[in-house]
């Protein structure tokens, strides 16, 4: 494994190295990074900024607002916390977050702090959520990113993100700061910045990684990268189309998805959004396009949403339950 050191607390120029490192440098060994960043709004690729973000409070305590490449839900993140990164070069289209989080899981309990994994992506202690992850696919490359938090704003991330009520319902909370907690109530004693520190010596003795440096060519390729995929533009960017009707639904193990569209004159589907924070590596333009034109009948739709998904799954979901949802 390769350790890449970041010190930069900018998350854009941070995604963008996780991109360039996928798609430009094309490590032929597994990588580890180790971040951290200003008080940011991570939104999943999927999900609409408008229902997650409580922009208000967001703009007036100038809060960075990014989106993700890959799925998952909105997260809150400063330097009371870390990111990390693990990318390996492997094929596949299917979520599978049991690898990276046995590495995080490991190296927590190294340094004295115990924490599990709940049935999804997150990491918890005692019902009580200090992580969670989100993974997205390039070819040849599986990339696997999460949050800890140690001594992160919760009153922060409490304002600036908002509950999906169907997620509170199902998970009987009524806001974020009750499912969160800090790692430091384990280690008070702790700064975050030694928690980070004692958290990379530990990562680095389990994987046997070699440190490397960045090179000038790599740095000089990031800001074009990081203008282009992580904008704040780019994450409150929503279609401002209409639809006529909207699905929506929580399921366990898979999440939030929401199915938004509009029929024709010859009750045809028209438009057509999937939106939600689930996990898949889906392309949704191309999902949306092979089912718009087509008749809004079960026959119809069922065997090109099954074709799609089969394609690319959507972690956990059934074709047939999209299929019921739609109708």
């Not at 997650?52 to 330097?79: A, C, M, W």
């Not at 009524?174 to 004693?189: A, D, F, G, I, Y």
């Amino acid at each position: 494994m390769i350790y890449f050191p970041v010190d930069s607390l900018d998350v854009r120029h941070n995604f963008a190295l996780e991109y360039y490192l996928m798609t430009q440098r094309k490590p032929q060994e597994p990588v580890l990074l180790l971040w951290s960043t200003r008080p940011t709004v991570m939104l999943g690729k999927y999900q609409s900024a408008q229902n997650e973000l409580n922009l208000p409070f967001i703009k007036q305590h100038q809060i960075e607002i990014v989106r993700r490449l890959s799925g998952g839900g909105t997260i809150y993140t400063d330097q009371g916390g870390c990111q990390f990164t693990l990318i390996w070069p492997e094929r596949g289209t299917s979520i599978d977050f049991s690898k990276g989080l046995q590495v995080i899981t490991s190296a927590l309990q190294q340094i004295g702090i115990n924490a599990q994994t709940d049935s999804r992506n997150d990491l918890v202690i005692d019902g009580r959520k200090v992580s969670g992850s989100a993974q997205y696919m390039m070819p040849g490359y599986r990339l696997h990113h999460g949050s800890l938090l140690f001594d992160s704003n919760l009153d922060w991330m409490s304002h600036a993100l908002r509950i999906d009520p169907l997620k509170a319902k199902a998970k009987q909370i009524k806001s974020v700061h009750q499912r969160t907690v800090n790692l430091r109530e384990q280690q008070p004693s702790w700064t975050a910045a030694e928690f980070k520190a004692r958290l990379l010596k530990a990562l680095l003795k389990q994987t046997n990684a070699q440190t490397r440096s960045l090179s000038a060519d790599d740095e000089s390729a990031l800001p074009s990268l990081a203008a282009k995929y992580f904008s704040e533009d780019k994450a409150l960017a929503s279609a401002s189309q209409q639809f006529d009707h909207q699905h929506k639904t929580y399921l366990p193990g898979v999440g939030i998805i929401s199915l938004s569209y509009s029929l024709d004159s010859d009750q045809k589907l028209s438009a057509l959004s999937l939106d939600g924070d689930f996990f898949s590596n889906l392309n949704q333009q191309q999902f949306t396009a092979a089912l718009i034109g087509q008749p809004y009948k079960a026959s119809v739709l069922s065997p090109i949403i099954d074709q799609q998904l089969k394609q690319t799954p959507i972690k956990g979901l059934k074709a047939q339950e999209l299929t019921a949802l739609l109708f």
